[in-house]
């Protein structure tokens, strides 16, 4: 259950982990945008050096990445079968009434993989190397204009952050209920469909249930703490955008012009 | 003497059940007081009403010369600090650092203070080296530490512990009773404690004990004097102390002649 904990936090001291959280998320953003123009073998390469680059500088093992990629193996591959066999082109390789694999599909398929590895991975960054907080913080910041709108940002923010909070300890919960369930006899590997969607209602219930009181429980610590207004409270994580952010642009932006560079001068 | 906590013929039912009824309570500033009751005895409900988290629906209740009421119920919330008794569902932040911090932001603490102050709370409590983990990472012990930090961080004149130890394992319960005693020491008369609790041997570390059952106050005393009454306690549904209960039945004696064979069966009824 752990393997597929979402917006994994790893402490640490590298010099991604001290970047403000809004460069990195900007950052993140923009490597997306700019590698979804990716079109050759030269494109993907550069942008996949880049992501790896990343990757040493997070001064991670690369072992927590590949965590990050099994949770979404099957969508994957599920993306690559669907290209492979349902590219037209020349020449066909081989065919089997609709289906078809082409040279192209092929060549799509290996693409459409690198650029979902390429995307999990920059995402995987972020979230290992930026503490749940301080993403809500830069969620927070950025979205401040909407403030304007009467968008009640400063609420969403905490919440966002009491939300990624509470998830290990429901995933635990989860498997707890599903553990004295199991005890009892009852089985969710078993039976066809329709009958294991059947045995997750008498584990939601429950579920349901420890959430609502938690979240009593919660409100009630909070409100005894102080707490009456979102928007009304001083911050103990400051952003702070230093010469390493700007660094960090610079940086994105070399990689940017290098790939349009690439995406125009070398055709492979 | 002054009074931290003074309940004046305070009434509250829960669900048209009368749970209090006229109920009066003074509690001294600087003492440590333990309301112990077993469960559904309305010692924690206590404890909600004085905060504010429930509204009573007749009488008094004046923390350090404030009434409690609509419009004081901040001011009054900023002198308590409470502890509850699950240690996950009254963890906020995502680290322990911004737990601490949780407090200390909704009280408008400026940013450049926070480090230091977060610091001296959890060294209080013995926890400065886990500035930086995360909850799912620290046992329920550690959890009821940082807790007790963060609320300490707020410096309340009143500390407040509903059940914080009824989750813990042996451990855990005894590092948080350690670390109680501790601040007792060092705030002395500046501090309030309440623990709210139906473990007797935590009981027993406080300076006044009031047994609370259905809403009325049963005993109140020194924990020698309220222990001293184990027919009231048990009828009560509380048990003694372990040292008391062993001393109880290490006292008993049988009153009448008996032969060997009678002695042999009393001493074994010992045993139950």
Known sequence: MNNIMIGRFVPGDSWIHRLDPRTKMIGTFIFIFVMLWANSWATYAWSAAFVFAMIRLTKQPFKLYWDGLKPIFWLILFTIILQ??????????????????????????????????????????????????????????LLKPLKKLHVPVAELALMLSIALRFVPLLM????????????????????????????????????????????????????????????????YRILSYGSEDSKAFAGLFIFSVLFIAIKFFIKY | MVKAIEINN?????????????FNLN??????VALVGHNGSGKSTLAKLILGLLVADEGQIIVF??????????RVRAKIGMVFQNPDNQFVGATVADDVAFGLENTKVDSSDMPQ???????????????????????????QRVALASVLALQPKIIILDEATAMLDPDGRMTVMETLQQLKQ??????????????????????RVVVINDGRKILDGTPAKVFSQRRVLHDNGLELPFANELAYQLDKKPEDYMDERELIQWLSTLNK
């Open chain 2, 186 to 207: 060092q705030f002395g008369q500046n501090l309030t404690l309440i623990t709210i609790t139906h473990d007797m041997d935590e009981a027993t570390l406080a300076d």
């Open chain 2, 10 to 22: 305070l009434k509250y039912s829960y669900d048209e059940q009368p749970l209090f009824n006229d």
């Open chain 2, 65 to 74: 010369d404030e009434q409690l009421s609509i419009e004081s119920v901040h």
């Open chain 2, 117 to 143: 102050k977060i610091d001296a709370a959890l060294t209080v409590v013995g926890m400065q080296d886990f500035k930086d983990r995360e909850p799912h990472t620290l046992s329920g012990g550690q959890k």
């Open chain 2, 27 to 32: 509690i001294e500033a600087g003492q440590w």
């Open chain 1, 172 to 235: 635990d919960e989860t498997q707890k209920i599903m553990n004295a369930q199991k005890s009892r006899g009852m089985s969710f590997s078993t039976g066809g469909p329709i009958k294991r969607a059947r045995a997750i209602v008498p584990l939601l219930i429950p579920l349901f249930v420890g959430a609502l009181q938690r979240a009593l429980d919660l409100a009630n610590a909070m409100e005894v703490r102080g707490f009456q207004d979102a928007t009304q409270r001083t911050k």
């Open chain 1, 84 to 141: 492979l066999f349902f590219t037209p082109g020349e020449p066909v390789l081989f065919q089997a009434g609709p289906l078809k694999i082409t040279v192209p599909g092929i060549i799509n398929a290996i693409y459409v993989m690198i650029r979902f590895v390429l995307i999990i991975l920059m995402s995987t960054i972020l979230t290992l190397t930026t503490a749940p907080t301080s993403i809500a913080n830069a969620l927070e910041s």
